[in-house]
């Protein structure tokens, strides 16, 4: 199948098969989220991963020491660039800037594994769980850590961290500004393994490829509705729950996937 990959400007975008690899490449800055251009990367390549229904899964990593150092503090310091203005510029630099990251991959119809090869700092460690699944090298750190320069999480963080370990550990982590390495994430939960650096992307590879394994149309819709169960209340979702069936019962894959469980059973 021929794809138009999006033009990208500090991330590069590959593809193998049914699976899509993202990686940030501005290693002079620690991959900042700010005063990049890889808030547009993120979203092109949400919007583009939207369009081919062939891609199965996303799997987002960074190049260098950082996965990602979220703000840059140069440009704080300065009250330049993405941090220039008064009350109201910088509000909406916020909601038109790095804010349209939480949205485009909330929004992304597959499923996300963010391989966290180092630090994911401030924004940074929002995005990784932004993700749906995060697979973490031991040379990794995540810090929540926008408080300790008085600012909040401006990017939605505080969203998706209690959704993803609880208030009181998110709580604990946002209002300390704590920085806990690869395998204190573990324990909380923020990530699902921890591996060697030489072999972390590997293994994040291999979940993907057995994720891109299953039948494409139902993995999408699956994504779909584990992310509509969070905001619907079961009556719906269940209404929901029974259009998507129809239209899984209506494909190909499906007929194909019940063939070959049939002739595995005969043998």
């Not at 033009?7 to 593809?15: E, F």
């Not at 979203?43 to 990593?61: D, F, G, K």
């Not at 408080?147 to 998110?170: H, T, V």
Request: a negative charge; hydrophobic letters at 45%.
């Amino acid at each position: 199948m021929v794809m138009n990959l999006p033009k990208l400007s500090d991330s590069k975008l590959t593809v193998e098969n049914n699976i899509a690899l993202l990686t940030f490449d501005r290693h002079d800055v620690r991959n900042a989220l700010t005063g990049t251009k890889l808030t547009d990367d993120i979203v092109a390549t949400v919007e583009w991963v939207n369009q081919y229904e062939h891609i199965a899964v996303l799997v987002i990593t960074g190049n260098g020491s950082a996965f990602s150092a979220g703000g840059n503090v140069k440009d704080m310091a300065d009250k330049q660039g993405d941090f220039a203005g008064d009350v109201a510029t910088l509000e909406q630099k916020y909601r038109q800037g790095i804010q349209r990251i939480p949205k485009a991959l909330h929004n992304c119809d597959v499923p996300i594994i963010a391989a966290v090869n180092g630090p994911a700092i401030g924004a940074g460690f929002d995005l990784a769980n932004m993700c749906d699944i995060r697979i973490a090298s031991e040379q990794a750190k995540f810090g929540e850590t926008f408080i300790n320069l008085g600012l909040i999480p401006g990017d939605g963080g505080a969203w998706f961290m209690q959704r993803l370990i609880g208030y009181q550990q998110a709580a604990a982590l946002t209002f300390t500004g704590k920085v806990i390495n690869a395998e204190q994430a573990l324990q909380m939960g923020v990530v699902l393994a921890v591996y060697a650096h030489d072999e972390f992307l590997s293994k994040a590879m291999a979940l993907a490829e057995e994720i891109a394994s299953k039948p494409t149309a139902a993995l999408r819709k699956t994504k779909r509705s584990m992310k509509l169960a969070q905001r619907t209340q079961l009556n719906d979702f269940l209404d929901i729950c029974a259009a998507f069936q129809g239209m899984c019962h209506q494909n190909d894959e499906h007929m194909q996937a019940v063939n070959q469980l049939l002739e595995k059973l005969a043998k």
